[in-house]
Nanobody, 119 residues
Framework: QVQLVESGGGLVQAGGSLRLSCAAS????????MGWYRQAPGKQRELVAT???????NYVDSVKGRFTISRDNAENTVYLQMNSLKPEDTAVYYC?????????????WGQGTQVTVSS
């Protein structure tokens, strides 16, 4: 099992910045990828950013150039630096951990942290 603890959400004005953190514990040796998803009211959960074991990362188009995902391997923590925030970034942000064991991937989720961007 993998446990995830998120922090860093809050209320910020448009144009501001926030940094989300997600600390993983447990069977973290099976790490394959970590990412952030978000879900706004009435909308489906969407993938925001992912960082892979290789260190490569990808982003949804709407956050490219504004958000940066990074990982501290020693601390098993992933960060999402969010700059130039917009009201449309308002959502609950969820940390996701993908563990690979054998040929199977297993998803683990954090509890979610609210990000609210005021106009």
């Amino acid at each position: 099992q993998v446990q995830l603890v998120e922090s860093g959400g809050g209320l910020v004005q448009a144009g501001g910045s926030l940094r989300l953190s997600c600390a993983a514990s447990g069977r973290t040796f099976s790490f394959n990828a970590m990412g952030w998803y978000r879900q706004a009211p009435g909308k489906q959960r969407e993938l925001v950013a992912t960082i892979y074991r290789s260190g490569s990362s990808n982003y949804v188009d709407s956050v490219k150039g504004r958000f940066t995902i990074s990982r501290d391997n020693a601390e098993n923590t992933v960060y999402l630096q969010m700059n130039s925030l917009k009201p449309e970034d308002t959502a609950v942000y969820y940390c996701n951990y993908v563990a690979r064991r054998g040929f199977n991937d297993y998803d683990y989720w954090g509890q979610g942290t609210q990000v609210t961007v005021s106009s």
